[in-house]
C-alpha cells in the first residue's frame, strides 16, 4: 500500500464485487479483507487488497487489474 492509495467504504466495495454490504463485513469480519481505519469506523478498504481478493478467486487464466475508476478482468 502506498500513502495515495485510495481506499473504499463497506458499500462502496459491495458494488464494485456486486455483492451485498453484509458479505463485506463478513469479508472483514474473517479478515480476509483488512480495515486499514485502525480506530474501527468507517471501515475502509485499499482498491488494491481488493485486486489480490480478486484474484484469489479467479481462474488462474484470469487477472483482475484496476485502472483508473474501473475494475477490469482480463
Known amino acids: 500500500m502506498t500513502a495515495f492509495e485510495e481506499y473504499l467504504t463497506v458499500e462502496?466495495?459491495?458494488k464494485l464485487l456486486e455483492t451485498?454490504?453484509?458479505n463485506v463485513y463478513a469479508l472483514v469480519r474473517t479478515g480476509i479483507l483488512?480495515?486499514?481505519?485502525?480506530f474501527g469506523k468507517p471501515i475502509k478498504i485499499s482498491?488494491?487488497?481488493i485486486v489480490f481478493y480478486l484474484n484469489q478467486r479467479l481462474?488462474?487464466?484470469f487477472k483482475a487489474t484496476y485502472l483508473g475508476e474501473e475494475m477490469k478482468v482480463a
Not at 483488512?34 to 485502525?38: F, G, S, V
Open 47 to 49: 482498491k488494491s487488497q
Open 34 to 38: 483488512k480495515n486499514i481505519n485502525h
Open 20 to 22: 451485498s454490504p453484509t
Open 59 to 61: 481462474p488462474s487464466k
Open 12 to 14: 462502496e466495495t459491495a
